[in-house]
């Protein structure tokens, strides 16, 4: 049977794949040949992280010392480059491997203890609701509006109606969109018809498209008829989509690293723009060093298999990863062996545009956050207090967002330089 781009659509919708905002309308002449701009990776650890287990590390004199922050001694923490590295496995291979890239900032005040507007300031850049996440932001911002220009895996994803995130749930899915009209969609000589009468059909469809779209006076019904269309012009980027596609997707207990694998498969394709990937498992109230430690282990590597990918696919060097949390974990342990929330966090970064080698921000030995001169970004007592509202500022100027509507809409802290060397 032949699909009708509308079964493909319910297909979509069905798979948790289709536009889940309305979006504005797109012209029709959607581009779908490999994006060669920046790709934007944003990875959330969610649950709110213990910076004092990777980046910003904070062990204990000696067994007798009172409250300490970590169990681990001060002696064990590593020094690789620039970098002060929590004794946890795996830890030292990732911070060798990036120590040229790698920016690092601590000391960051996410302002809240609460899951949820932890994680929207932390991925916005603002704590006011219905703010969009700066991938949206970029995605919305690119003049190119491939077919899946923000892919989401969770996090925070709010668009503000700015543009539609898109899931991809499974390579059979976007390989059934991409040949609808193979009776099976991995073997390209499987037609239904012959390619003169495919194509006669699809003029068909598009004429009966474009007329109703034209004649059409309700503005809502207009809308969802564009989209139709765009839906139906987006079939070379499916396929391109498709070709670079593994076979099957990673099927190891690290979700990190099948959401790589389509996201970098995405950005090759030039069909993404941004994507946010998601790892759970960091909201430790109880039996903090076992489970927490296990968690940002598999961050770890998942973040590195990424980039394994990316450099599989040759899309390294245009990609920015942002690494962040809802907020951290407090400095000391409660009856459970466990730590509850505290709001002082880090965020990671690297990518083209960013001065990696560097840790700019710092925490006490209690992890208060300590104040910087705006100027130098050195600590100073009658310094400002970074927030991710000046991350965020930052990291707009870096995607050319200044001036935007959208960016205008949704102000943010100030950008003080920290991706600068």
């Known amino acids: ?50 910076p004092t287990l990777l980046c910003d590390p904070k062990g204990r004199a000696s067994e007798t010392t009172p409250d300490p922050v970590n169990t681990y001694a001060t002696s064990d923490i590593l020094d690789i480059g620039p970098f002060r590295v929590a ?122 498209l474009e007329r109703l779209r034209t004649e059409t006076t309700l503005p809502r019904r207009a809308a969802l008829l564009g989209q139709l269309q765009v839906a139906r012009s987006d079939d070379g980027a499916l396929a391109a989509l498709a070709a670079v596609l593994p076979p099957s997707l990673d099927t190891s207990s690290n979700p990190l ?42 961050l770890v590597a998942g973040v590195m298999f990424a980039m394994d990918e990316a450099e599989r696919h040759g899309i390294a060097d245009r990609l920015v990863v942002v690494i962040g949390s809802d907020f951290a974990r407090t400095p000391w342990y409660n009856e459970g062996n466990g730590k509850d929330h505290w709001s002082i966090t880090s965020m990671l970064a690297l990518g083209p545009g960013i001065a990696g080698g560097r840790v700019v921000g710092a925490t006490d030995e209690r992890q208060n956050p300590v104040r910087l001169d705006p100027s130098t970004l050195l600590p100073a007592e009658d310094g400002i207090r970074l927030t991710a509202g000046d991350v965020h500022a930052s990291l707009r100027a870096l995607a050319g967002l200044e001036g935007s509507d959208a960016a205008a809409a949704w102000p943010v802290g100030d950008d003080v330089g920290l991706l600068e060397a």
């Open 1 to 50: 049977m032949l699909f009708d781009r509308r079964d493909v659509l319910r297909l979509l919708s069905a798979a948790g794949l289709a536009a889940t905002g309305l979006g504005a309308y797109r012209r029709a002449t959607a581009q779908t040949t490999p994006e060669a701009g920046t790709c934007w990776l944003f990875v959330h650890a969610a649950g709110g992280w213990d």
């Open 257 to 298: 690293r099948k959401q790589a694998q389509v996201a970098m498969a995405c950005f090759k394709a030039g069909v993404s723009v941004s994507a946010t990937l998601e790892i759970g498992g960091f909201d430790t109230h109880g039996d903090h060093d076992r489970t927490h430690t296990t968690a940002m282990q598999a």
């Open 87 to 208: 004794p946890v496995d795996g830890h030292a291979a990732f911070f060798e491997r990036f120590q040229r890239d790698l920016l690092v900032i601590n000391g960051i005040d996410a302002q809240t203890n609460s899951h949820e507007v932890g994680t929207r300031h932390t991925w916005s850049g603002t704590m006011s609701p219905g703010a969009p996440a700066l991938a949206a932001l970029i995605a919305a911002a690119s003049p190119a509006q491939p077919p899946l220009a923000l892919l989401s895996n969770g996090g925070y994803d709010v668009t503000d109606g700015l543009v539609a995130p898109t899931r991809l749930p499974s390579t059979s899915t976007v390989m059934a969109m991409a040949y609808p009209d193979r009776v099976s969609e991995s073997d390209p000589n499987s037609l239904l018809f012959p390619d003169a009468t495919l194509a006669r059909l699809a003029q068909a469809r598009a004429d009966r």
